[in-house]
């Protein structure tokens, strides 16, 4: 799984429940569900240095 | 029929059903496992570099230099007409280190509980498939509660080459380690088809152990040795208790819905990820009034049923571009613009338009990976 952009999406309600990212090449929405294995290995991307889940627009 | 032949007949039934049952299993719905007949594949057919999800519910994985194809098959032993197949596509003659290609199968932690793991009444728990390979050899089958560890290894010998085979491999219930009775992992499977030295330099172990290196049995085949190789395998059971009972054999159907947990498409099953066509996308209700400038469309769709878990969307417009959806302004629709996706759970996904397009309504076609 390589990931190489991630960036949080603003909902209608003001919220930031999913994030835009791209996975191999792929645009995909990834909740930020816990269970969910595409958040996860966001959240092990965020941690490398230079890494980072870009605000919203 | 007399009534002595309809004694008899009972007494056959009787004594199936006693079997069934001793062995601690379900006389029904036995299977702990979705797709063992290789039915279903939603993602497609062939998977040229095979590094993740194939067939539904089955993952392949490789480290290292290894790689391979993996194909649905129209082949299987006598009553299956499907079976996975893996082909190594690089030669790897001398694995070193973490090199690594296996069938990865994973179940659900609150699907498990009826095993009682963590406590003294453990129950076993049984393994059984048919495979076939032309190559002849050990293959180890590792099992790792909530991911591992503990790990305890099982391995099966593959006698005859080219030859549909049946093996049962049964592991016996742990006392020490509860599974989490949640919707992750509550134990995962590695069938090991080729494996360096990282895993199987240690001394392979049976019983319930925590080092990562005595998983593998260092004899073990190494599937990656030339790309003439291949490992094909088809109904996969695993039930609970000692003995394997006959393949439960369930309509397409019923695997389909049992699949679509972990992942689900909005195009029709034949048709391919990506493709270019409109046909049974996603939209919204009302989309030949252009409703000006500023307007956000907004419209929630539910998934054919509940997921696992919140799913991972990927969108496609009616040109099969990904991240992409359609715009409709009139009757007909144009491709290449955004939709976001918000309010998205287990049950359904919710987008919206981009307000600074002018824009009656939108479409798309989506996937939703909900996998372990």
Redesign the interface.
Known sequence: ?DITSAKY?????G?E??I?VVIDD??????Q?P?????QAILEWAEEDGNEIAAAD | MSRARDIADFGLVSSRLDTVGGSSGALSNRNLFQNGACLISQRGTSFPDAN?MTLDRFKVTRNGATRNVVTQENDGPTGFSKSLKVSPSTADTSLTGSDLSFIIINLEGQDLQQLAYGTSGAKDLTMSFYAKSNLTGNITVSNEVNLGPPFSSRYFTISSANTWERHTLTWTGNPDTAIDN???TGIEFQMILAAGPNFSSGTYNEGWHTTGGDRVRSDNINLSSSTSNYFQITGLQIEVGDTATPFEHRSFGDQLKACQRYFAKSYPYSTAIGATTGKAMVQTDFHENNQGAGY?E?YDFQFPVEM????????YDSAGT??KANYYITVSSTANHTV??????ARCL?G?SDRSTTIGGWAFHYTA????
Do not use: C, W
């Open positions: 799984m999406i603003t909902d209608l309600r919220g429940s999913t835009l792929t645009p995909m929405t990834v909740p569900d269970s969910n294995v595409h958040f | 993740g949640d919707n992750t956000r907004k696992r878990a919140s799913p991972t969307i990927t969108q990904s991240g976001s996706i918000g309010n998205l759970n919710g919206y990976d909900a996998e372990l």
